[in-house]
């Protein structure tokens, strides 16, 4: 197609240097991802806005996981290693206490940031689907810094949800600083979300690819290339105080075989199923959360509740990632992985069904890799040939990857976390497809999307 400058390449925003056309005369602009901006320019004041953001986002991700790392040392003596072990020689009064607490400083905190600060926004996944990623930081920061203090004393829920939002908040400031466009304060939060994901696990690939994939639901190569850069840029920002290394060491280089391969189908058929029920109890939860006073009492008698389970089961405090880790080296006892398979996702769904606010991340991960160990074993009475581990991390990838309605991310972000897995890629991809092709068929929400607010009418 030509453009009024004839041999020129066809009009895009922004111009590129060399205005003519390959020999051919065929345009750059039938690849389908490398059309114009569109609304969202990529206009120099907007790099330098994303740089900004990377920044802001790595540096917030490091204050917050310092929050989160005070919280463990006061509640139970962490200092580092694994954390559920910090929190097995605690005696049960002391489990029982910290949740108690965490509960109870929850709840006043919560109460009055929805009480006082209702009118602001601090749901970043509404503000990007529903509007225009504005974001309040006053409201952003407090929530967050309150749900990093309660993960850190024992709550079952996972740690991302605060850097996530911080990173959506940062980009909406930062936005009206740089004066940008309505469309590019949208893709700047997505971009800074993303990013705030990225910097807390080490993942920089998978907060881009979440921050398109999910945030902003679009792999144009403008989405991608601010994504891209501002996770990473948070992320290595991110390593002045946390480490350059996978979240989850000394995991064995799995092997492929005949066996894990036709596990991995029929895995993915039910775990989708099994994903399928767990959105469902979370959205069912997600709207039943109390509000107004009754939040006070409902949720330190809760987050008792879960203290009480925790006397025989101390793995369910925290977000799951040391049950998750257990399961990837295959050292969990049979029993034990029965047990946690149903707990932890219960006791999860009820912590947030309480009104806390926190992420889904681990704690799903943590149960497909639970329930991928947990029917692994058992498979290798029918047909041996597998690590359990294997077994694990298929199923972590194929109910994360489900219960997001975000395969490609799903699966990076398990690699991300292992450095490694390169090996059971395929099974691991097939599970995947499958587990979500399945919740995407049955129901089609998403861990997200099924905790939406109600819509005020």
Not at 107 to 134: N, Q, V
Not at 247 to 258: E, G, H, V
Not at 280 to 303: C, E, Q
Not at 429 to 450: F, K, W
Request: glycine share 12%.
């Amino acid at each position: 197609m030509s453009s009024p400058q004839g041999e020129s390449e066809r009009l895009r925003i922004p111009q590129p240097l060399i205005k003519h056309r390959v020999p051919s005369g065929r345009g750059a602009m039938e690849q389908p991802n490398v059309t114009h901006d569109g609304e969202a320019r990529l206009s120099l004041i907007f790099w330098l806005a994303v740089i900004v953001t990377g920044i802001v986002t790595g540096l917030i991700g490091d204050g917050l996981m310092m929050i989160l790392a005070w919280a463990e040392r006061l509640a139970f003596h962490y200092h580092g290693g694994s954390f559920q072990d910090a929190v097995a020689r605690s005696s049960n009064l002391r489990r029982l206490t910290s949740l108690v607490v965490a509960g109870t400083f929850g709840a006043g905190s919560w109460f009055l940031i929805r009480k006082y600060l209702g009118h602001e926004k601090s749901e970043i996944d509404d503000s990007l689907w529903r509007g225009d990623g504005e974001l309040s930081m006053r409201r952003s920061t407090l929530t967050s810094i309150v749900s990093e203090i309660v993960i850190g004393l024992g709550a079952s829920i996972g740690r991302e949800a605060a850097p996530k939002l911080m990173g959506g908040a940062s980009g909406s400031l930062i936005s009206h600083y740089f004066k940008l466009s309505s469309a590019q304060k949208r893709l700047l939060v997505a971009c800074g979300g993303g990013a705030g994901f990225a910097c807390v696990y080490n993942i920089p690939l998978g907060g881009a690819i979440f921050a398109a994939e999910v945030l902003y639901g679009s792999f144009a190569l403008p989405a991608v290339l601010p994504a891209l850069a501002t996770s990473l840029i948070a992320t290595a920002t991110g390593w002045l105080y946390l480490p350059n290394r996978p979240t989850y060491l000394d995991i064995p280089n799995f092997k492929l075989s005949a066996t894990l391969m036709v596990w991995s189908v029929l895995a993915g058929f039910v775990l989708g199923i099994i994903t399928v029920g767990y959105i469902r109890l979370i959205g069912w939860l997600s709207m039943l959360r109390p509000s107004g006073t009754r939040l006070l009492w409902i949720m330190p008698l809760t987050f008792a509740v879960v203290g009480i389970i925790g006397f025989k089961y101390p793995q369910i405090f925290g977000n799951g990632k040391d049950i998750a880790h257990q399961a990837f080296l295959g050292v969990t006892a049979l029993s034990l992985l029965a047990a946690l398979a149903i707990i932890k996702p219960f006791v999860t769904a009820l912590t947030l069904g309480s009104g806390a606010a926190g992420g889904l991340l681990t704690p799903v991960l943590a149960t497909g890799a639970l329930l991928g160990a947990l029917s692994g074993s058992l498979w290798l009475h029918i047909w041996p040939g597998a690590s359990i581990g294997a077994f694990a991390l298929i199923g972590a990838a194929a109910m994360l990857g489900a219960a997001m309605q975000a395969p490609l991310a799903g699966l990076v972000i398990i690699l991300e976390l292992i450095h490694g897995g390169f090996n059971i890629a395929i099974p691991m991809m097939a599970a995947t497809l499958i587990a979500t092709v399945i919740v995407r068929t049955v129901d089609g929400y998403s861990i997200y999307s099924a905790r939406l607010p109600r819509i005020q009418k």
